[in-house]
């Protein structure tokens, strides 16, 4: 390749775009590959072959037309990882609904917020994950689910709000109506029965790749989540790439230990199997490092996800070396930078070779980075790679947006048939993400090497990545701001030696009240997700500030850095 002068690549390929919709391709990979394994759960004891995923995709893609959904609906998912989310994402998708990911570890509040910002007409959803109790969430959000009648569902509080489906991963068929409002997923696949087999490939045949196809939530600097819209063309071609990058083909069989609802597991994981015909292998419900080993050396995998602290939990499990995983071949790890001693012992102790670092953000569908398998160790922890096919890359100055020279730092941006149509119902975020000439502005800071090759150095924004989770502290802020006796809050990040980052928050009370460190964790479990509660709570009296009264957050960074380090002798 020739040297670049300036941090700008636009990268072709010799493979041309997909032009097909999700349903178009998964129907020609289904005919091509039918008796091929498409999913195993092992947490369900279920597996099912292309030509049976296809059959169930059906049934369920003609029970949602049954309820009423219709192209542009969108509905919801509620769960755990399990072969119903699946069946979900891509009946939704047969019809053209807009598949809307939801957090498993969402409290009522930030379910409240997803629901409503993204006008959620229909949810699927399990009863209850760890300590979280769905149906009672639901309850209290929607006391009109407790009527006698099987109408749709009419709230007040939630007025697009149509069809509430349950289902429990054990036995689907089998599950109990918690309350008279609450639709069963056997009645949600029944009332589709009589339907005619031709309306389903009518509805196919009618939708357009820059269809508005999944919505997927990522927080922001503001407060609350941004729900990012995205198309089967962003998404399809994403995982088609991504694919092609790793080797990865029908032979291939993916340990995902990561969530279906984040673009990890939902687009590189999901759609990189369905879109060329590999067997997509759900380890666990969620994460267990034990449950991941088992599934590996049960199944014979060939590929495994993670973020970093998984794979640190895996080669740390205590039975770990009782584990044969000799079958492993390649992977992606991405969500936080891979320590050079970690990426060593992931590729010779776990036989993934060919491990692959990932980077990207869910506004660009999601990967834009990706390392080679033939790269050597210092590209693969160094830097996050090159951009993938059909996508542009340019490093900018943060002062006036010019194309910086090879070698200097600037904020990275995004340009291509990635980028996401926009945030649902948010012109102006949309417009500040997205210039004028179409290019997407990260908020990461990098620099990009000769070949190509993009190093990330630091980030723009104030987002935290504990343990592949993006987290914005200014959601955090505004909830510890909202206890009674809190008079003011900042939320930063600080390094973790395990989850990359942790959360430190420190408080300041109003005059004369007392609050402990247990009552206001408490507070924060009780209305936001449990990794999003800070680790390191401290109350002071002041804050460092600048003249003009801005918070310095990276005085208060270096103020815990001292005291952890001075614990840790």
């Known amino acids: 390749m020739t040297p670049l002068r300036a941090s700008y690549l636009h990268r072709g390929g010799e493979q041309p775009l ?27 004891q279920r597996r099912l072959t292309y030509g049976q995923l296809a059959i169930e995709v059906d049934r369920l893609a003609r029970g949602l037309l049954g309820l009423g959904f219709a192209k542009g609906d969108r509905i919801g998912i509620w769960s755990t990882n399990n072969i119903e989310w699946l069946l979900v994402q891509m009946a939704t998708a047969r019809i053209g609904a807009i598949l809307v990911n939801i957090n498993p570890a969402y409290r009522q509040r930030e379910l409240a917020y997803a629901l409503k910002k993204s006008q959620v007409q229909g949810l699927f959803l399990i009863p209850a994950f760890r ?10 959000l929607v006391p009109e689910l407790r009527r006698d009648d099987s109408a749709p569902i009419q709230s007040s509080e939630f007025p697009d709000l149509r069809r509430l489906v349950i289902y429990d991963p054990a036995d689907p068929n089998q599950s109990q109506r918690p309350a008279p409002g609450f639709t069963l997923w056997r009645e949600a696949i029944a009332v589709g029965r009589g339907l005619a087999p031709d309306v389903l490939d009518s509805l ?40 092609a990058a790793m080797h990865f083909d029908e032979r291939d069989r993916l340990c995902v230990p990561v969530p279906f609802y984040h673009c990890f597991g939902m687009v590189l994981a999901n759609l990189l ?23 590996i050396e049960q199944e014979r995998c060939t590929a495994v996800h993670g973020v970093p602290t998984m794979f640190i939990a895996e080669l740390e499990h205590p039975g770990f070396a009782r584990f044969d995983l000799g079958s492993l071949r390649t992977g992606i790890m991405a969500g936080a930078p891979c320590p ?4 060593r012992r992931v590729m010779e102790e776990m036989h993934c070779r060919e491990i692959l670092i990932g980077y990207g953000q869910t506004e660009a569908s999601p990967i834009t980075h990706l390392t080679h398998p033939e790269d050597d160790l210092h590209r693969r922890t160094e830097t996050v790679g090159v951009n993938l096919p059909h996508q542009e890359v340019k490093v900018v100055a943060t002062t006036d947006g010019r194309t910086l020279p090879v070698g200097e730092v600037g904020e990275v941006c995004f340009r291509g048939y990635h980028l996401m149509q926009g945030y649902y119902g948010d012109a102006e975020a949309t417009r500040r993400a997205i210039d004028e000439q179409g290019w997407l502005h990260s908020g990461d800071l990098g620099c990009m090497e000769a070949a190509g090759y993009l190093r990330i150095t630091g980030r723009l924004k104030d987002m935290i990545i504990r343990g592949g989770e993006n987290i914005y502290p200014r959601e955090i802020e505004e909830l510890i701001f909202s206890h009674p006796q809190v008079a003011e809050a900042a939320v930063f990040g600080v390094p973790d030696d395990y989850y990359g980052e942790e959360i430190a928050a420190w408080v300041r009370l109003h005059a004369g009240e007392a609050l402990s460190e247990a009552e206001l964790r408490d507070y924060l479990r009780a209305n936001m997700a449990h990794f999003k509660v800070p680790r390191y709570i401290r109350f002071v009296e002041e804050f460092p500030m600048t003249v003009t009264g801005k918070l310095q957050k990276f005085r208060m960074r270096e103020a815990m850095e001292r005291e952890l380090r001075g614990n840790s002798v």
Not at 131 to 140: F, R
Request: charged letters at 10%; one cysteine or more; glycine letters at 6%.
């Open 204 to 243: 196919t045949a009618a939708l357009d790749r820059d269809d508005p196809i999944n919505i997927q939530y990522t927080s922001g600097t503001t407060g609350f989540p941004k729900a990012v819209v995205l198309t089967h063309h962003n998404i399809l071609n994403n995982a088609w790439f991504t694919a």
């Open 273 to 295: 199997c369905l879109s060329v015909g590999a067997t997509l292998v759900i380890p666990c419900e969620h994460f267990d490092a034990g449950q991941v080993l088992q599934g």
């Open 340 to 343: 050079v001693a970690l990426m």
């Open 131 to 140: 300590k979280s109790d769905y149906v009672a969430m639901l309850l209290e």
């Open 18 to 44: 997909l032009g097909a919709t999700i349903p178009e391709q998964f129907a020609a990979i289904s005919a091509r590959f039918p008796q091929n394994e498409a999913v195993v759960s092992l947490p369900q």
